[in-house]
């Protein structure tokens, strides 16, 4: 089968490009630097070099590299996690994903592609009881920019559903953890909670769902094999309320336990979003994955072997 990968060099890209080729796949991967293109041709992929913003040019390697399922895992996201970073990057990583992932799409049904499969986000389910599924609504009414992220989600993920002519699958990913991430133990998240800086919000209860980013990429490759259109939720099996997994994440990183802070003092510091995020937010089930993609998600490192861990 023939593969073509976009955000190839990005913390999923990495890992799925390992596993398509491991699997025997014909993997043409994206990028725009000549030197990532080496690196990805001594892995044994074939580069296509090209600015997801022009159009032409995607349309030339697509048509040249005729895939049969194409990936698109386009963010344009930065190293540091935080909510001014976040704000910063959001306009261009929305206008990668609407103008960029319209470029790939229109490339992929003029070169006949049959399956296309496409990142989107896990964590942005309405508030509520229980855990969300592929049913339940996005988070449209919440704080700002989760309310942003949800209505850029939501058309996104429409416009390729409704797509004629090409298997639309769309994989609503956890938080990322794992090589690369703002969650490694070197990645900038880490960084805040040796600091002091990542603070429990009120009571902590805001439900979060994770997804190693080597797991990610296995649901991914079986999303090709055999997904059916569609949504899948890629999360592992226990999503966990901040007050449990930032402890163990301390613990796991050998540094003091969090601090707390009120939600007026969040709410003044951080802004709506990180009040969301520590309080609201709401974990996903898995079951549509692991009934029909064999999906077998690793436990979240730090839960395992930590005295909170064990405890909880
Ligand atoms: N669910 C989640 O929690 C989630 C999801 C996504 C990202 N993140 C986080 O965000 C951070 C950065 O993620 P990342 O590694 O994916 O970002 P990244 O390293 O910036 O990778 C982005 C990918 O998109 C490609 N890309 C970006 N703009 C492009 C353009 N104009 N044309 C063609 N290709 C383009 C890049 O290709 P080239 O640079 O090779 O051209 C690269 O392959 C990480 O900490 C990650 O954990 C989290």
Redesign the pocket.
């Known amino acids: 089968m023939r593969i073509f990968v976009?955000?190839?060099?990005?913390?999923?890209?990495r890992p799925l490009i390992a596993q398509l080729l491991a699997k025997g796949y014909h993997v043409t991967a994206?990028?725009?630097?000549p030197e990532?293109a080496e690196t990805l041709a001594e892995q044994g992929v074939e580069p296509a070099i090209?600015?997801?913003?022009d159009a032409d040019a995607v349309q030339a390697v697509v048509t040249r590299a005729q895939p049969d399922v194409v990936i698109e895992?386009?963010?344009?996201?930065?190293?540091t996690?935080t909510p001014e970073s976040m704000q910063a990057a959001a306009a261009l990583n929305d206008r990668?994903r609407r103008e960029?992932g319209a470029n790939l799409l229109k490339a992929s049904l003029a070169a006949g592609v049959r399956r296309y499969v496409m990142?989107s986000?896990?964590?942005w389910a309405v508030p509520g009881a229980g855990l969300a599924d592929e049913e339940t609504p996005l988070a449209e009414d919440a704080s700002p920019a989760v309310a942003d992220g949800s209505r850029t989600l939501k058309g996104l993920e429409y416009r390729l559903l409704e797509t004629p002519n090409i298997e639309g699958i769309v994989l609503r990913?956890?938080?990322?953890?794992g090589p690369?991430?703002?969650?490694a133990a070197d990645?900038?998240a880490a960084q805040q909670v040796r600091q002091q800086q990542f603070p429990i919000v009120g009571n902590g209860e805001g439900v979060w769902s994770w997804?190693h980013?080597e797991d990610a990429a296995a649901a991914t490759v079986a999303a090709v094999d055999r997904g059916n259109s569609g949504i899948y939720l890629i999360a592992d099996d226990r999503p966990l309320e901040v007050r449990l997994w930032l402890w163990a994440y301390a613990q796991w990183l050998n540094t003091p336990p969090p601090p707390h802070v009120s939600v007026e003092q969040a709410l003044r510091i951080s802004g709506a979003d990180a009040v969301y995020y520590g309080t609201q937010m709401r974990g996903v089930s898995n079951a549509k994955a692991k009934r029909e993609l064999n999906f077998q998600p690793r436990p979240l490192e730090w839960m395992v072997n930590t005295a909170v861990a064990q405890a909880s």
């Open positions: 976009a955000g190839a060099t990005g913390v999923i890209g994206l990028t725009r630097s990532k090209a600015d997801v913003f895992q386009l963010t344009s996201l930065p190293k996690y990668i960029g990142q986000i896990a964590f990913y956890g938080f990322f953890y690369g991430t703002w969650y990645g900038d997804i980013v």
